[in-house]
Structure formats: structure tokens, C-alpha cells
């Protein structure tokens, strides 16, 4: 076999492995909506359930599939894209310092249905004895059949859930 065959049986190969590009995606709004908190909330710890704390982007099918989508990633594992995102949203350098944890019990993505995100958390003001506020929250927004879409719709519960935690900053009651 020449030189010239070689190749071109090289190049067929490995273009029948080629694979379809990764898409990434973020939890981190374009421009956060509202104005800056007047408390400082340092997210302490994020926990997300672990079928879909991972760095592809995972899907509910029917009523009991999951589906782990190859080419559609988040920036980082789940539990970091929501650490740095609510981290991104909630620190106002200068207020009065709180203290976030938060334990996500599900993140269902369902495309052409909704995005949904039920959590438990904690907020506690830093150096203070005094109990802290523990809270829960269910968000759910309707998605569109793209996997953009179901990423803004995710997008939306945790805008809404920083307003919530805010809301509980302020007045030192769960929303």
C-alpha cells in the first residue's frame, strides 16, 4: 500500500470519528435583574442531588428515564454553576455579612415542559449565635423544547430564588 492510500484511509477514519461539537451553558443571567442587596450573602455551600451534579447537562425522560446529553454542558459541575451563580448575584462587599447553604433536592429539566428547582436552605448572619433562618423553596418555569430554552428557564428559578433569599435577608423571616 503507497504513501497516497495511507492517508486517505487516515482522513476516512477520522472523520468517522468526528464528533458533534459541546455546547456550554451557564446559570448566570446575561445582566442580573433588580438592584444589590443591602446584606452580603456569601454562599457557604451548594449541594445538588448526585444523578445530575456532574458537568453534561441531564434530562428527565418519561415518567422514570433520565437522559445524560453528550454535547449539552454546564460551565462546570451543577453544584459549582449554581455555587458561582448565586455567589455572582448575592455578594455586595460592604453590607452586613450572611451566610448561605443550600441544599438542592431536585433539579428536574424537562424540555418543552418546565425547569424545575426545589431546595432547602439555610441563612445564618456570620460571627452570630442566634439560630439561623431555615427555609424551602419549589420554583418551576415553563420551558421551551431547546435546550437553550430549558437553560433560561433554569436561569429564572435561580433569579427568583436570590430574590427569595433576599427578601428573607431583609426581613428575617422565610418568604
Known sequence: MGLKPTLVAVALLLGACRSDPIHYHTLSPVQPE??????????????????????????????SGLAILETEWWGASLADELHSSLDEQLNNPGAAKLLLRVDVQRFDSIPGRYARMDAQWRLRTLGNDARPLTCRSSLQTPAGGSIDELVTAHQHNVQQFVELVEQAASRKACP
Open 34 to 63: 433588580g438592584q444589590r442587596s443591602s446584606n452580603d450573602i456569601q454562599v457557604e455551600q451548594v449541594s445538588v442531588p448526585p444523578q445530575v451534579d456532574r458537568t453534561q447537562m441531564v434530562i428527565r425522560q418519561g415518567n
